[in-house]
């Protein structure tokens, strides 16, 4: 492998970014004048990355930007220390040295010149806060789906990607796995004719990940977690260990239960396979189901929600109940596909062996979703799921979830995306900031 | 209870038509503290739904919540009062919130019902209170006041843009920005030459923010004079980038010059969101100014630049893209080849055959691909005339494209190759023609498989064979079935019945079912391994009884290990009844092997009857810990069932 060129990408930004924290000791520095020239070997310089929310899902993001070639983690940031550490001993060990720097505040990585981009795997509550910094620092972005707790944000983080020019990518991961793309391009093709109606079966239910929940009246909170931070724009509330990791999906503070967790998924892969990325749904109505077991969790339990798209198209997304599978189903007046992360299947059967001609719609190939999104900081080329699509991905979910909580059929306009005459509805589409935060 | 909360109980009973069993659901809420069960709220929630549902006035209930508000109830219930007034509270409420702002424990709560509450009664509410807040309440209420989009806040917010408070003076712009129009933008104009970085910086994107404002609601001469303030060098680089951007939305061609200008910026964030900016604007002047631009750009500007000539699909781009296959940078050349793909034409395809039989490692993977993308009625064609016309690797490179394009026309091209004196030529020809060629073509290649030199090759041949048989919804296996019965040699006798059992057809049953009964154990063999890949269950009652008491062990594990595969499918059975056919194929298991295989299968089909039968081998020491892990499955299934039910 020809030696890589320690060029400027960060020498480009010394001396140019007003406020950047100082970068004394990067080994990418090279003069100004030495940036223009074109070596003898490949001018794609190592994408230098920070990962700001190292639990769970982040933890695996660490994992996957430290397999990927070409990719330099120097930075992990975190408010649970232990979650911290974990990261940067993870990081240490791959590239067997101790340069990893540790923070706790975000607003200190956004700050470094010297980093490229950024993964984002912090709360939903937290994605619009750290997401547009983000993208007004001048970082491209691999966020965590949903996009963002609410319509509202995620809009803001579509205008914030957009404004700065910022390469974005969703993990809306199954994009990128070939058995997936293989029935979005069947679907697309027409290989079961018009569709009339897609099933998304989402997982239902509140799941007590660690068998935490039961641990939901306010205590102390343990020292190695800020959790006046972890709260964040969220309103006030006393710590619990049901309220935090993992489990805050389930309280519509932080997160939107099951429905908002995977409307990312299978609404994705559903509107993938529909040709819907740049538009949305006529009306949403939804229902759920809701228990008061728990002290902490207020999100439904169980939910169904129908969208109506033009041209009659139905889609129901449901959770907690038997007569959907999970997965995404696209059903046509020639046949089915039915997909999911345990296999794919059709009928009739031999649908799924139909190629794709070269003239007909081919879905973009991916290696890996972690990889797709750094070829695209480097080509600047779209990712195989940018912020706008994932606003329309998780727009079924927004409005359904307003629907589920105001009882309301919601009437939206897919092009100005604004609930229709429902100024109480419209309500939802956002929610409040605790102070000082704001987007 | 206080006084306050018994009268109030009364005042809502006496309301005409309300039923009185929300009295002891408030009295619970008025008490509510966290960590206390949720119920009360629970209900209340409902209540609200199901008013909101049936569009009925809550001009009763949202009295009620403000009075809440100004009795003794907890804080935890005020919270829960304020959460609910900012979605069914109107100017009725504002009073009553306004009072609750300067207290520090009340004012985050009051503040999240103000922001959402529509009208000019709550934005009036905050900005009264603004004067006299301070710390995190002050820049609460001048966030809420920049998300109400609040014209009249304008005013107030304009000196704070300058505090020495570096929170309000953040929030302050931030809030201007978002309010947008001329007085805000003038307020922020004034305040980018008494500011200092960083406040100058926030500043200038709050501006640059009112500027879009402007551009969206028709003032697109305002807007620009705002980029073109703020897009000049000096400004920072992503202030730089967004008034950049503003300009190619706003201006169209009109800032194809500008961007063009900043394609050369020695800051690398603003070149290359110059090239995307460029890239963004239609139109042929636009491409011009790309292609122009390639060739005096650094390596790492020219891949950024030829991939968004690529997504403009522009044919102008195609030659930069094949000057730059030459390119010294890896990067370029990946770049074009990849571009070539999708802008790539007719005489793209020696171009790309070529790279993919001379190059290496990505690069060949990418002309590879490209090859097999390439779009035009034209390309087809070209591909099938190359193959005639060309030799080795670029011959074989062309020869795999026919094949992943699926080209029909290349087949007689192909079974000339699959004739080949070149060993290499042959298996890709043949691998080829699985998706090439059509039933019609299978005489053509039962008689090239007949002939194939050696058991590698009879079996490639044996596989495209089957696969295009297989096209038809009933495969026509006569002739092969009539091969196999007048073939005197064993080893093709097996490959004809591979064949035949790979496609599935029902007229092959029969012909394997016999093939069980052949003296030669290489056919029996052959027999067993294609009922084992049949696509339906149908084979099971064959391979049971050759489990059971075939002569040969090594053939009864085989038959074991296909009825498990076949188990296995989707059939119309119970649970209950697959855990009595998995209990069989259990009883014949004679190796940890196949018992792991029918412990690991049982989950599938949870119900009593299958765990029972994983509990059986709990004390079977070979295969203990995926017993136990087969019962813990299937017993966390059945619970989960319980439950849903």
Redesign the interface.
């Known amino acids: 492998m020809p030696a890589r060129r320690q060029i400027g990408r960060r020498g480009f930004l010394r001396g140019f970014l007003n406020g950047a924290a100082a970068i004394a000791g990067s080994p990418h520095l090279v003069p100004a004048s030495a940036l223009r020239a074109e070596g003898p070997t490949a001018p794609s310089d190592t994408i230098t990355v920070a990962c700001i929310g190292t639990g769970w899902q982040g933890g695996n993001n660490v994992k996957s930007m430290l397999e990927e070639p070409g990719v330099r983690l120097l930075a992990v940031c975190d408010i649970d220390a232990r979650h911290l550490e974990s990261a940067k001993s993870a990081v240490d060990q791959k590239y067997e040295n101790r340069d990893c720097k540790t923070y706790h505040d975000f607003e200190e990585v956004l700050a470094r010149a010297d980093i490229d981009a950024v993964v984002l795997s912090v709360p939903d509550h937290w994605h619009g806060i750290v997401s547009v910094r983000a993208a007004e620092a001048g970082k491209d972005i691999y966020g965590e789906k949903p996009i963002a707790h609410n319509f509202a944000e995620a809009k803001a983080i579509c205008e914030a990607v957009d404004r700065h020019g910022r390469v974005w990518q969703t993990g809306s991961w199954q994009r990128s796995v070939s058995q997936f793309r293989h029935a979005c391009e069947l679907v697309r093709n027409g290989r079961i004719g018009k569709v009339h109606r897609v099933e998304v079966g989402l997982p239902g239910g509140l799941t007590d990940f660690d068998g935490l929940g039961h641990l939901d009246a306010p205590a102390p909170p343990p020292p190695h977690l800020d959790f006046d931070r972890w709260l964040g724009p969220a309103p006030e509330a006393p710590y619990s260990p049901a309220r935090v990791h993992k489990t805050w999906r389930w309280n519509l503070d932080y997160g939107g239960g099951m429905l908002m967790d995977w409307v990312g998924h299978h609404v994705d892969t559903a509107h993938w396979g529909l040709g819907l990325d740049d538009t949305g749904p006529l009306e949403v109505e939804g229902h759920g189901e809701f228990t008061s077991t728990n002290r902490v969790w207020n999100a439904p339990a169980k939910f169904r929600v129908t969208a109506t798209y033009a041209g009659g198209l139905t889609m129901v997304i449901s959770g907690g109940y038997d007569d959907i599978r999970r997965g995404a189903k696209w059903i046509g007046e020639e046949g089915w596909i039915w997909v999911d992360r345990s296999g794919i299947e059709a009928q009739p059967r031999n649908v799924l062996g139909s190629r794709i001609l070269p003239e007909e719609i081919h879905l973009e190939r991916s290696s890996g979703h972690h990889h797709n999104f750094i070829e695209c900081v480097r080509t600047r080329r779209q990712t195989l799921t940018p912020a706008h699509v994932a606003l329309r991905s998780a727009t079924p979910g927004y409005l359904g979830l307003i629907s589920i909580l105001t009882g309301r059929r919601i009437r939206w306009d897919p092009v100005k995306q604004e609930i229709l005459g429902d100024p109480v509805a419209e309500r939802w589409l956002q929610r409040p900031m605790r102070s000082p935060w704001h987007v | 209870m206080s006084k306050i909360l018994i009268s109030l109980l009364c005042a809502f009973a006496a309301e005409a038509g309300r039923p009185a069993s929300l009295e002891p659901l408030l009295e619970k809420i008025a008490a509510y503290e966290?960590?206390?069960?949720?119920?009360p709220?629970?209900e209340f929630?409902?209540y609200v739904?199901?008013s909101?549902?049936?569009g009925e006035k809550l001009d009763g209930l949202e009295m009620r919540l403000i009075q809440f508000l100004k009795a003794r109830t907890t804080l935890a219930a005020k919270?829960f009062a304020c959460?609910e007034l900012?979605?069914?509270g109107t100017a009725a409420s504002a009073p009553a919130l306004a009072a609750m702002l300067p207290r520090a424990e009340t004012s985050?709560?009051a503040?999240?019902a103000l922001?959402?509450?529509?009208g000019p009664e709550a934005a009036e509410a905050l900005r009264k209170a603004l004067p006299g807040a301070s710390g995190?309440?002050r820049?609460?209420i001048v966030?809420?006041l920049?998300?109400r989009r609040d014209a009249r806040a304008v005013p107030l917010l304009r000196p704070l843009v300058i505090s020495r408070d570096a929170?309000v003076a953040e929030?302050a712009a931030?809030?201007l920005g978002k309010i947008g129009g001329k007085a805000a933008a003038a307020a922020l104009d004034a305040a980018l030459v008494r500011t200092s970085?960083?406040q100058r910086?926030r500043v200038a994107?709050a501006y640059?923010?009112c500027a879009?404002g402007m551009a969206a609601g028709g003032d697109r001469a305002g807007a620009l004079r705002i980029y073109a303030r703020l897009g000049i060098p000096g400004e920072?680089?992503?202030i730089r980038?967004?008034a950049?951007?503003?300009l190619a939305r706003t201006a169209g061609k009109g800032a194809i010059g500008p961007l063009s200008r900043e394609i050369e910026s020695?800051?690398?964030?603003v070149q290359?969101?110059a090239?995307?900016?460029l890239a963004g604007i239609p139109g042929p002047e636009a491409t011009a100014a790309l292609v122009e631009a390639v060739p005096r750009l650094?390596?790492?500007g020219r891949?950024?630049a030829l991939?968004?000539l690529v997504?403009r699909g522009d044919a102008a781009g195609r030659q930069l893209l094949v000057d730059a296959l030459n390119s010294?940078?890896?990067?370029?050349r990946l770049?074009a080849l990849e571009g070539l793909g999708k802008l790539g034409d007719e005489s793209s395809v020696l171009v790309l055959a070529g790279a993919a039989a001379t190059r290496e490692g990505a690069e060949q993977a990418a002309a590879r691909?490209s090859l097999?993308?390439?779009?035009?009625?034209g390309?087809?064609p070209a591909i099938v005339k190359a193959i005639g016309s060309t030799k080795g690797k670029v011959r074989i490179e062309l020869i795999r494209a026919a094949g992943e394009?699926?080209i029909a026309a290349a087949t007689d091209a192909l079974l000339a190759g699959a004739r080949d004196p070149d060993r290499e030529i042959r298996r890709e020809s043949v691998r080829a023609l699985r998706?090439t060629a059509g039933v019609s073509s299978a005489k053509s290649l039962l008689d090239l498989m007949l002939a194939a030199e050696g058991a590698s090759e009879r079996r490639e041949m044996g596989r495209t064979l089957a696969a295009v048989l297989k096209k038809s919804?009933n495969p026509p296996i006569g002739l092969v079935v009539a091969a196999y019965q007048s073939a005197q040699a064993i080893p093709l006798r097996a490959a004809l019945l591979e064949v035949i059992g790979q496609t599935g057809s029902g007229d092959a049953l029969p012909v394997l079912r016999s093939g069980l009964q052949a003296d030669h154990r290489e056919i029996s063999r052959t027999a067993i391994l294609a009922l084992s890949d049949w696509p339906t269950p149908a084979p099971m009652s064959d391979l049971l009884p050759v489990a059971r008491s075939d002569p040969d062990p090594a053939n009864q594990v085989l038959a074991l290990r296909g009825y498990l595969k076949l188990v296995a499918l989707p059939s119309g059975r119970t649970a209950a009844e697959t855990a009595r056919l998995l209990s069989e194929a259990m009883a014949l298991a004679k190796q940890p092997g196949e018992k792991k295989a029918v412990l690991a299968l049982l989950p599938g089909f949870p119900c009593q009857e299958s765990l029972q039968v994983a509990r059986a081998s709990l004390g079977d020491a070979t295969v203990a810990g995926e017993a136990r892990m087969a019962v813990d499955r299937i017993s966390r299934a059945l619970s989960i069932k319980k439950e849903?039910r």
């Open positions: 966290y960590g206390q069960s949720r119920e709220l629970v929630d409902a739904r199901g909101l549902a049936r919270d959460r900012s979605l069914i985050e709560m503040r999240y922001e959402r509450i529509p995190r309440t820049v609460g966030n809420s920049g998300e929170a929030a931030a809030a970085d960083p910086t994107a640059i923010r879009d920072p680089p992503m980038v967004a950049l951007r503003g020695s800051n690398r964030l290359t969101a090239i995307r900016f650094p390596a790492e891949v950024i991939s968004a997504t010294g940078a890896p990067a370029v770049a691909e097999y993308a390439l779009g035009g009625a390309i087809d394009r699926g998706e919804g849903s």
